[in-house]
């Protein structure tokens, strides 16, 4: 199953969903839906190609991983991590449905994002898999959330209290840590109207830090830093760890590490290596987040998993 995932994540990463779909489909075929893990490593599959095809706007496969979470949870309703990628495809529906068109009315949407909420605020969180499954499909949901009640100030203070409840027992969700950030930088922006005060943006960098591996966080970070009291100390928040993610992302990812001062030393030290550039460089693959699902069909981040390996970067 896991070699299924990973023919299909390589499919969609090269755009052709004709392929993953055909591999899904076979996948689904074959699944022993007896076997826990089998069928686990099928409904991440669903997620990712329902994911994939928001982030890729190929509207033509809209829905296709969402259907087939949704049989799969009615074979396997008692199990959580089945559940959380069900979740999570319902998730980008609503943000099939909310942007670009905005066919799904504002009071819609929030009220349809409220149950999706509630169910994940019932998950039981410990197990490393549950918790990977539930920042992703967390993640996406309360993104969406954002957008939807910026103008609603104390919603917003909520969901950053949510946030940071989580963060006090799980710091290591970097999906969440990201929506956080997030929402605290759209709150002071968008609806204070104010600075982010140098204790908020100290209190986010503290799990910035400890998860320097997540280029997310730490873009998400930077751009708030903008806003923030603390503008023109950008340097001092760039320290060891920082440093050392930036650079993993400058040197394995060919879109750049998301802050300039180390794309600038990566295009340095491959000058100095005799690398001539070509051309202007067009990627034949999309790049692939360090949050995101590993292609290998492992279940983990990419981060975790075959990052820095050569083989998907």
């Known amino acids: 199953m896991q070699n299924g995932n990973a023919a299909m994540m390589n499919y969609l990463l090269a755009g052709d969903f004709w392929q993953a779909a055909s591999v899904f489909k076979k996948m689904a075929s074959e699944c022993s839906y007896q076997n826990t893990k089998a069928a686990e490593c099928l409904a991440h599959s669903r997620f990712n190609i329902e994911h994939f095809a928001f982030l890729m706007q190929k509207e033509k496969y809209r829905g296709a991983g969402l259907e087939a979470a949704q049989k799969l949870s009615v074979l396997l309703p008692e199990n959580q991590k089945v559940r959380l990628r069900l979740l999570g495809c319902q998730a980008v529906e609503l943000q099939w449905q909310y942007f670009p068109s905005h066919s799904l009315s504002h009071e819609a949407l929030l009220e349809k994002?409220?149950?999706?909420?509630?169910?994940?605020?019932?998950?039981?969180?410990?197990?490393?898999?549950?918790?990977?499954?539930?920042?992703?499909?967390?993640?996406?949901?309360?993104?969406?959330?954002?957008?939807?009640?910026?103008?609603?100030?104390?919603?917003?203070?909520?969901?950053?209290?949510?946030?940071?409840?989580?963060?006090?027992?799980?710091?290591?969700?970097?999906?969440?840590?990201?929506?956080?950030?997030?929402?605290?930088?759209?709150?002071?922006?968008?609806?204070?109207?104010?600075?982010?005060?140098?204790?908020?943006?100290?209190?986010?960098?503290?799990?910035?830090e400890l998860n320097y591996h997540s280029e997310s966080a730490r873009e998400a970070f930077f751009t708030?830093?903008?806003?923030?009291?603390?503008?023109?100390?950008?340097?001092?928040?760039?320290?060891?760890?920082?440093?050392?993610?930036?650079?993993?992302?400058?040197?394995?990812?060919?879109?750049?590490?998301?802050?300039?001062?180390?794309?600038k030393e990566a295009d340095f030290l491959k000058m100095l290596s005799g690398y001539v550039p070509t051309g202007t460089f067009r990627r034949e693959q999309p790049k692939i987040g360090a949050n995101a699902p590993c292609p290998c069909g492992s279940g983990k981040k990419f981060k975790k998993c075959c990052r820095g390996k050569g083989k998907y970067d």
């Open 113 to 208: 994002l409220d149950r999706i909420e509630k169910e994940l605020a019932a998950v039981p969180l410990g197990d490393p898999d549950l918790n990977e499954a539930f920042d992703m499909s967390w993640g996406i949901a309360k993104t969406l959330k954002i957008n939807a009640i910026q103008e609603n100030g104390g919603k917003l203070g909520n969901l950053i209290d949510e946030a940071y409840h989580i963060l006090s027992q799980y710091p290591e969700l970097t999906c969440v840590l990201t929506t956080c950030i997030t929402a605290v930088h759209a709150m002071h922006k968008n609806v204070l109207k104010d600075k982010v005060p140098h204790d908020e943006t100290e209190k986010l960098f503290r799990y910035v």
């Open 224 to 263: 708030l830093l903008n806003d923030s009291e603390d503008a023109g100390r950008r340097g001092d928040y760039i320290t060891k760890p920082v440093a050392l993610g930036a650079r993993q992302d400058a040197r394995y990812g060919s879109l750049g590490s998301g802050l300039e001062e180390f794309d």
